[in-house]
């Protein structure tokens, strides 16, 4: 069957991506956030939004080191491009299932580039009476940054302006299962 996927070796193993952080490195990282979100929302109403579908493998790690009562919810949104640069323009293309009225807000997105998609969100979400929102990034790029304001609360690595797949990441909807991040090395091949 034609698959249009190169099929002669396993994602976990392809040769045309370099790792930039192992699962082992990615674990530890992410335990550190969980830790120090349960040190800063004791006795507080905390509800994690996952942005779908980027965060969900960071967001369920994340989840399982933070040691409260907490909720969680998502959303998936589509953020418009002009070419390789994001508008700014963000749909709702699936909203929360509770409100998030007096709550304690953590939104968790893959990675912040331009910032455009969150700073859209925040708005929205801002309008919406939570007590507190703050952010959490599995990654950050923060040279193609345009909101240079956006307040990254909690931030797993900062990265060089590089495209990255892996740990909820895909490109053209593939590698978001790969346990590791890595770098393309080589688009035509992968
Ligand atoms: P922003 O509005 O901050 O420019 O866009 C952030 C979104 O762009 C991310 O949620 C992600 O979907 C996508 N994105 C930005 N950089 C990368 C990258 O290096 N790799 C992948 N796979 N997606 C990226």
């Known amino acids: 069957m034609e698959t249009g996927i190169a099929m002669d070796h396993t994602e976990f193993k392809n040769p045309y991506l370099r790792t930039m952080f192992t699962e082992q490195q ?11 979100i349960t040190a800063d929302y004791q006795g ?15 967001m369920a790690d994340l989840m399982r080191h933070i040691d409260l009562p907490m909720e969680i919810d998502f959303m998936a949104v589509a953020s418009y491009k002009d070419g390789t ?5 963000v749909e709702i293309l699936k909203d929360l299932t509770k409100p998030i009225r007096d709550k304690n807000v953590i939104v ?3 990675i912040i580039d331009t910032g455009l998609t969150l700073t859209r969100l925040v708005d929205i979400l801002g309008t919406r009476g939570a007590k507190s929102i703050k952010l959490a990034t599995f990654l950050d790029k923060p040279e193609p940054r345009i909101n240079k304001e956006l307040k990254v609360d ?13 740990y909820g990441l895909d490109v053209a909807g593939r590698f978001r299962n ?12 992968v």
């Open 154 to 166: 909690y931030c797993g690595f900062e990265i060089p302006n590089e495209f990255v797949v892996g």
């Open 108 to 110: 968790v997105e893959d």
């Open 85 to 89: 640069v994001s508008t700014g323009d």
């Open 178 to 189: 790969l346990p590791f991040i890595g770098v393309v090395t080589d688009p035509e091949k």
């Open 26 to 36: 990615i674990a530890e990282r992410v335990e550190e956030l969980g830790k120090q």
């Open 44 to 58: 507080k109403r905390l509800v994690l939004v996952g942005v779908l579908k980027g965060s969900c493998v960071f």
